[in-house]
């Protein structure tokens, strides 16, 4: 069954907080990877290698670059998980 | 129809000796930032590399690999007159023909050794190990000498922030000899042609000679790709090739990957799973990446600073331009 918004965010959470030590109350949809969570360039790969086994949706190197914040990420799970 | 006597080869191969050879100028990533907007903070944390040497005039590929080759035939305890095979891996030697190997053989003193170069990137090392131990199988040489060999400073765009601190120069060398036992486990090894856009040359020499480019051509690479590829796709490589060698993580000593970026080392470690035991190569962090050459110089550090031992078993891989990839289990020598 395709996770709700809710379930995808708090999925990233988990994924973000492994990966980059940041609390999981600080992601929220608003937050940009980069500038807010301390997620750099080489992180943000592995963040997104996870969130493709999590919630069964490729996501192209190419695409990658346009998924500035957790709710670009969200909304792009949203519209392309399997 | 004649009847042809079959070649006659050691039943395995191993690699008898290790040595290296890194130029005299350590430059520090202060020097990096005279050409780009960064700081050391930024490099150290993307890469890992605090410094790298860069070469001389004199310390050419040539010259990098014949002393890297000597002290590898001294570790080994033969003669250069036993090597059959001279096999130098490179992409920064800027003479084309004839073959680098051919000059490094006489100047070693080898006995009209069979030499020539390979073009494999960052996999090189991999690819000219495979290929001696199936020389000395086979039976066309007892010994053979595997070079990987750089001087990337001559390669590199020292005003893209992206790739201006990765590389640095040196020369890494095996001698690859007979075995009663097997040493060198099946390569896993192969190419992706379809991401040959990943990591490249950025012009070919013929545009910088008509002068259509102004800038000499330098090493480029796709960041997030190449980072995405090696760490996940190579992590898939390297299990295959200790399922290959019929052996587990568990049983492993050492982990030599192909000194690239020190995140793609971390990420790759936690990936596979390897025990805290398994000692982990970070040449990157003092020699920065040096494409063929890493893995060699990795092999000669640890073996020196005794963090890894003679007997140790150890997972070699190396991965770059191409895509091309090879990964081998080996018994350090």
């Known amino acids: ?9 708090a999925g990233l959470a988990e994924i973000v907080n492994e990966i980059a030590g940041i609390p999981v109350e600080d992601v929220q949809l608003d937050k940009s990877f980069t500038d807010d969570l301390d997620v750099d360039s080489l992180s943000m790969v ?12 490729k996501i192209p190197d190419e695409d990658v670059k346009n998924l500035k914040t957790v709710g670009d990420a969200t909304d792009y799970i949203l ?3 399997g | 129809m004649a009847k042809i006597k079959p070649s006659k080869g050691a039943p ?8 290296g050879y890194r130029p005299t100028r350590v430059v520090p990533n202060e020097v990096i930032l005279e050409t780009i907007d960064s700081s050391d903070e930024w490099i150290r944390s993307r890469s ?4 790298r040497h860069w070469a001389n005039d004199e310390e050419t590929v040539a010259a990098m690999s014949i002393e890297a080759s000597g002290k590898a035939i001294a570790d080994a305890g033969i003669s250069a007159e036993q090597i059959g095979g001279v096999i130098v891996s490179t992409v920064s030697h800027f003479k084309q023909t004839p073959a680098v190997a051919t000059e490094i053989a006489d100047t070693l003193g080898t006995n009209k050794a069979a030499a020539f170069d390979i073009s494999a990137g960052c996999a090189g090392f991999g690819y000219g190990l495979t290929l001696a131990k199936g020389m000395i199988v086979e039976g066309s040489a007892e010994y053979v000498l595997v070079i990987g060999v750089e001087r990337l400073s001559d390669l590199t765009d020292l005003e893209d922030r992206a790739t201006a601190f990765l590389f640095g120069d040196g020369a890494g060398a095996v001698v690859v000899g007979p075995a009663q036992e097997p040493a060198i486990g099946p390569t896993v090894w192969g190419s992706e042609g379809d991401k040959s856009e990943t990591i490249k040359q950025t012009v070919p020499w013929t545009d910088y000679r008509s002068g259509e480019v102004a800038k000499f051509p330098a090493i480029t690479q796709e960041g997030q790709a190449v980072f995405r590829w090696a760490v996940f796709e190579m992590a898939k490589v390297a299990k295959e090739a200790l399922d290959a060698a019929g052996i587990t993580a568990d049983d492993l000593d050492v982990f030599i990957p192909h000194q690239a970026n020190e995140r793609i080392i971390d990420s790759m ?11 982990v190569a970070r040449d990157v962090r003092t020699t920065g990446n040096t494409s063929a050459a890493s893995i060699p110089l ?3 550090r640890l073996l020196a600073t005794g963090e890894a031992k003679s007997g140790d078993t150890a997972l070699v891989i190396g991965f770059g331009a191409g895509l091309v990839y090879a990964a081998t289990v080996v018994t350090l020598p």
Do not use: C, N, W
């Open chain 2, 269 to 279: 470690v936690k990936t596979l799973k390897l025990p805290e035991s398994v000692t």
């Open chain 2, 298 to 300: 990795a092999m000669e």
């Open chain 1, 1 to 9: 069954m395709a996770a709700t918004q809710e379930e995808i965010v």
């Open chain 1, 79 to 81: 519209k392309h998980q």
């Open chain 2, 48 to 51: 890992g590399i605090q410094t």
């Open chain 1, 46 to 57: 592995e963040v997104v290698v996870a969130a493709e086994e999590r919630f069964d949706v």
């Open chain 2, 12 to 19: 395995y191969a191993r690699i008898l000796g290790v040595g």
